[in-house]
């Protein structure tokens, strides 16, 4: 794999090739899948994750199903359930949401003919990918830019959480390919990445991105990122997410919250880099974001050790809410919202 440009989603005409994440950094491990099962089997165990990223390869699964139904009568209503599967996987990235709805159209103009339209599916999936991969680098353009404008000339170092890079994504990244191009270019000097419980994916998937790049970065645990804020050298914490409302409250992974106010106290400025897929803007506020809950075992194990004892409840919301209030801009491949609000955000997204 190419270490600047690369994909962890891979196309081979008959099948889905998907880097399996649950395995890196240790492997390198591709796993081949030919169903809408598979595909959705694939979102919900974290083989693949991020927002951009499960959004895509859920448009794959649907041709997977469509050539799956090849030659049948009733094709039209096997894919229809092969989608409404897929949608099933995760509730909060709205990505999935939106890349289904696409392919669904796709499909629907089809609906009176003999067989699924593949063709037709294969592009409009390849297009999904194409379009993810150009916005992100859109999105790291305009926010070099707002960072030189509002930080200065001086080198400085940020925080991120999560993984919000090429594996999450098309290609490049949102919030991490922001980061890149700001190390590429000399802008930022230091990358502080929170380790992201449970699943560690800064610690497993941000890092092994970053070192690739061989860029500057420390890992730390979450409850060390206020202290690190407070000795005064990061300037912005950076993060993608899964869901914005249309009064720009941000569902991302579980922690960004406590970050974002720990941002304000210490006066980090926050950046959320989001494609207008993210954009949900039938929920009007954060409270309403539907916010996914996984398995308390995910918690209570440290791999396959139980470190908390047998017989007690866990609690394992895997997204958090940050208020729009703060977050001082969000960066899309259309620009930039400063002091995102109910109006700036529809003016922004509709317009
Ligand atoms: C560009 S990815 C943005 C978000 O999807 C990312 O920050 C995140 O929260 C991913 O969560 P995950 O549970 O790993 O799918």
């Known amino acids: 794999m190419s270490k600047t440009s690369w994909s962890a989603i891979c196309w081979r005409n008959v099948s889905l090739s998907l880097l399996d994440q649950r395995r890196l950094p240790a492997e390198e491990v591709w796993l081949e899948l030919t169903s809408a099962q598979d595909v959705a089997d694939a979102i919900r165990d974290m083989v693949v994750r991020g927002a951009p990223a499960i959004g895509i390869t859920a448009a794959y699964g649907v041709v997977l199903g469509a050539i799956n139904q090849k030659g049948q009568q009733k094709w039209y209503g096997m894919v229809v359930?092969?989608?409404?599967?897929?949608?099933?996987?995760r509730p909060t990235a709205v990505n999935l949401f939106w890349a289904l709805e696409r392919m669904k159209t796709v499909l629907d103009n089809a609906r009176d003919?003999?067989?699924?339209?593949?063709?037709?599916?294969?592009?409009?999936?390849r297009l999904i990918h194409e379009e993810d991969c150009a916005n992100n680098q859109r999105m790291s353009a305009l926010a070099l830019s707002t960072m030189q404008h509002m930080s200065g000339e001086d080198?400085?170092?940020?925080?991120?959480?999560?993984?919000?890079?090429?594996?999450?994504?098309?290609?490049?990244?949102?919030?991490?390919?922001i980061i890149k191009a700001g190390a590429s270019c000399g802008m930022i000097?230091?990358?502080?990445?929170?380790?992201?419980?449970?699943?560690?994916?800064?610690a497993r998937l941000t890092s092994w991105e970053l070192s690739r790049e061989n860029i500057p970065l420390s890992l730390n645990v979450e409850s060390?990122?206020?202290?690190?804020?407070?000795k005064g050298n990061v300037k912005w914490l950076i993060v993608g997410a899964d869901r914005i409302a249309a009064n720009g409250d941000v569902a991302n992974k579980i922690g960004t919250y406590t970050l974002a106010i720990a941002a304000r106290y210490h006066g980090v400025k926050v950046m959320v880099a989001a494609p207008l897929s993210s954009f949900d803007?039938?929920?009007q506020s954060g409270g309403d974001i539907p916010v996914e809950e996984r398995a308390g075992?995910?918690?209570?194990?440290?791999?396959?050790?139980?470190?908390?004892?047998?017989?007690?409840?866990?609690?394992?919301p895997v997204f958090d809410i940050t208020p729009a209030a703060l977050i001082d801009v969000i960066v899309t491949e259309k620009g930039v919202i400063a002091q995102p609000t109910q109006d700036n955000i529809k003016n922004h997204v509709r317009v």
């Open 81 to 89: 359930r092969d989608i409404e599967q897929l949608a099933a996987s």
């Open 113 to 125: 003919e003999a067989s699924p339209p593949v063709a037709a599916l294969i592009e409009e999936a």
């Open 155 to 177: 080198p400085f170092s940020v925080m991120t959480h999560c993984n919000t890079g090429a594996l999450a994504t098309g290609g490049h990244g949102t919030a991490l390919g």
């Open 189 to 202: 000097e230091h990358v502080h990445v929170n380790e992201t419980r449970p699943w560690m994916q800064g």
């Open 224 to 230: 060390a990122a206020a202290l690190i804020m407070s």
């Open 281 to 283: 803007l039938t929920i």
């Open 297 to 316: 075992e995910e918690i209570m194990y440290q791999g396959n050790t139980r470190i908390a004892p047998e017989n007690i409840n866990a609690f394992n």
